[in-house]
């Protein structure tokens, strides 16, 4: 598929690995637009909570209005919510169990809903492709380290719901990728701190740093050209494995 000159869609693009994919996806031609909590400069925006179905759709409507059928449609939301479970310590109840799966796993559902409505009512292109839908799940979702289970469980599911809708989406033309990121250099691991967070760092492999933005980015836009990419799910962490970690991190 020919990016430049099509429409995209990245949810998430105010911070993070969504920013930095909205800035690339721009440079090399296409119209971007924003769905986001917050604004973003320089960028067209409209404000959706992910979790929010109809707010989602409401985005998806007006941003396909203003720059057309999006060709490619990235989502980078998520939030965090780890500690144990049980014990004097416990930290994660129900309810933020319950958050956590809203925003990472029901707000991933929500946006391919939204923007898979779109998308199959546009004009298909010489291959009969109307483009591809790429999700971000974590190496969690494999690995998960002591705390991480809402987490884990969210980003599992968002990797578990991509060959089916892959399936699904295959009538239209469409597909559906997942990237699992290790860890990356992002405002949500850079200003995370403590043990685990030092922990982590120690356990990359090659290269010896933690990913850059836009090394994410390159690999969406490389998702968007490639057609053989569907149904499946990329781990993008330089050979990062997550061993069990420790219950003492969480002691309060
Ligand atoms: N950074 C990493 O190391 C890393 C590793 C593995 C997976 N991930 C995943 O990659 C994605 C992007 O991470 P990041 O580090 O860029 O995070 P980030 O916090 O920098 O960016 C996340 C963006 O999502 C938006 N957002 C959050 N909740 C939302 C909601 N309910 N509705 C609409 N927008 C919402 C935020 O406003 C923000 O702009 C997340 O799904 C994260 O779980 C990140």
Same mark, same amino acid.
């Given at each position: 598929?020919?990016?430049?000159?099509?429409?995209?869609?990245?949810?998430?693009?105010?911070?993070?690995?969504?920013?930095?994919?909205?800035?690339?996806?721009?440079?090399?031609?296409?119209?971007?637009?924003?769905?986001?909590?917050?604004?973003?400069?320089?960028?067209?925006?409209?404000?959706?909570?992910?979790?929010?179905?109809?707010?989602?759709?409401?985005?998806?409507?007006?941003?396909?209005?203003?720059?057309?059928?999006?060709?490619?449609?990235?989502?980078?939301?998520?939030?965090?919510?780890?500690?144990?479970?049980?014990?004097?310590?416990?930290?994660? %109840?129900?309810?933020?169990?319950?958050?956590?799966?809203?925003?990472?796993?029901?707000?991933?559902?929500?946006?391919?809903?939204?923007?898979?409505?779109?998308?199959?009512?546009?004009?298909?292109?010489?291959?009969?492709?109307?483009?591809?839908?790429?999700?971000?799940?974590?190496?969690?979702?494999?690995?998960?380290?002591?705390?991480?289970?809402?987490?884990?469980?969210?980003?599992?599911?968002?990797?578990?719901?991509?060959?089916?809708?892959?399936?699904?989406?295959?009538?239209?033309?469409?597909?559906?990728?997942?990237?699992?990121?290790?860890?990356?250099?992002?405002?949500?691991?850079?200003?995370?701190?403590?043990?685990?967070?030092?922990?982590?760092?120690?356990?990359?492999?090659?290269?010896?740093?933690?990913?850059?933005?836009?090394?994410?980015?390159?690999?969406?836009?490389?998702?968007?050209?490639?057609?053989?990419?569907?149904?499946?799910?990329?781990?993008?962490?330089?050979?990062?494995?997550?061993?069990?970690?420790?219950? %003492?991190?969480?002691?309060?």
């Amino acid at each position: 598929m020919k990016l430049a000159g099509q429409a995209a869609i990245v949810a998430g693009g105010a911070s993070g690995l969504g920013a930095a994919a909205a800035r690339h996806l721009e440079s090399l031609g296409m119209n971007v637009g924003v769905i986001d909590l917050d604004p973003v400069e320089g960028l067209s925006f409209a404000r959706a909570d992910i979790s929010d179905f109809g707010q989602v759709n409401a985005a998806v409507i007006a941003l396909s209005e203003r720059h057309g059928a999006p060709r490619l449609v990235l989502n980078t939301t998520g939030t965090g919510g780890s500690g144990l479970c049980t014990g004097p310590d416990a930290m994660v %109840d129900s309810e933020v169990f319950r958050r956590v799966l809203l925003v990472n796993t029901l707000g991933s559902f929500n946006l391919v809903k939204a923007a898979g409505e779109v998308m199959a009512q546009a004009e298909p292109d010489e291959d009969g492709g109307r483009g591809v839908i790429v999700n971000t799940s974590s190496i969690v979702a494999m690995e998960g380290q002591i705390g991480t289970a809402p987490y884990a469980a969210a980003k599992g599911g968002v990797n578990a719901m991509t060959l089916p809708l892959a399936r699904e989406f295959a009538r239209h033309g469409i597909r559906i990728v997942t990237i699992a990121p290790g860890i990356f250099e992002t405002p949500m691991f850079s200003n995370a701190r403590g043990p685990m967070v030092d922990w982590l760092r120690e356990q990359v492999v090659y290269p010896d740093r933690p990913g850059k933005a836009v090394e994410f980015a390159e690999m969406v836009a490389h998702i968007g050209c490639n057609a053989m990419l569907n149904g499946t799910v990329i781990r993008l962490d330089g050979a990062f494995r997550v061993p069990p970690g420790r219950y %003492d991190w969480w002691e309060r």
